[in-house]
């Protein structure tokens, strides 16, 4: 079965370093996400992503956070400049377009830890 | 008001019971709805999605969808100590496309 594959599984970071999460989603998949989850809490929205623009965004994804899709395979995430707020999983997930009930099918997540 | 609500538990049953999982939304057009099962440490996996009033079910899970009530449950027959978990509730208020938002998800512990 096709799956949303996400590299790398753990990155670990300085503070102010700039970060890339790398994510391929499922080939006939066109709308991508971002979700992060703190340790113990609950999976956030970051930023939803179709036909090469972001279509929503929530108030975490302020200008520190970007994507993009530089290729026909690849959507990343890339933090400017790390905080120690920053350190998540973050799950990229996609789904297809035309089916109005689809629902998001998640990577197995990036741990982001900034030390 | 939280947009997606589900007590956090840890919701304790035996092997063999089942488990009554609830979650309350606050969007009203919300059409879409979606119970997820998370493993620690690992990613949210898709167990059951529901669009229409009343019951679906899938093996031994069963989804319970009243939008009146702005409500919807999982009910998981007997439970097994695999199924110890975090279920996420989700919820996607439009058509594809649109975000799911999330509840804080209930911890559910099968004791053997």
């Known amino acids: 079965e096709p799956e949303v594959t996400q590299t790398p599984s753990h990155q670990v970071t300085q503070m102010g370093q700039e970060v890339i999460l790398r994510c391929v989603p499922i080939s006939n998949h066109l709308y991508f996400y971002w979700y992060r989850q703190i340790l113990g809490q609950k999976v956030e929205f970051l930023v939803s992503f179709y036909n090469n623009e972001i279509s929503e965004k929530s108030e975490i994804f302020d200008d520190q956070f970007s994507v993009e899709r530089p290729d026909g395979s690849n959507f990343t995430l890339k933090i400017r400049s790390t905080k120690l707020e920053d350190s998540a999983m973050y799950f990229c997930?996609?789904?297809?377009?035309?089916?109005?009930?689809?629902?998001?099918?998640f990577g197995n997540g990036t741990r982001l830890t900034v030390t | 008001q939280k947009e997606v609500e589900q007590n956090s538990g840890p919701l304790s049953v035996p092997e063999g019971a089942i488990a009554s999982l609830n979650c309350t939304y606050s969007d009203r057009v919300s059409q879409s709805f979606f119970w997820y099962r998370q493993y620690s440490g690992k990613s949210p996996e898709l167990i059951m999605s529901?669009?229409?009033?009343g019951d679906k079910e899938d093996g031994r899970f069963t989804a319970q969808l009243n939008k009146a009530s702005q409500y919807v449950s999982l009910l998981i027959r007997d439970s097994q100590p695999s199924d110890s978990a975090t279920y996420l509730c989700?919820?996607?208020?439009?058509?594809?496309?649109?975000?799911?938002?999330f509840g804080g998800g209930t911890r559910v512990l099968v004791k053997p």
């Open positions: 997930a996609s789904t297809p377009i035309g089916q109005d009930n689809s629902p998001l099918h």
């Open positions: 529901i669009y229409s009033n």
């Open positions: 989700a919820v996607r208020p439009k058509a594809a496309g649109n975000k799911l938002t």
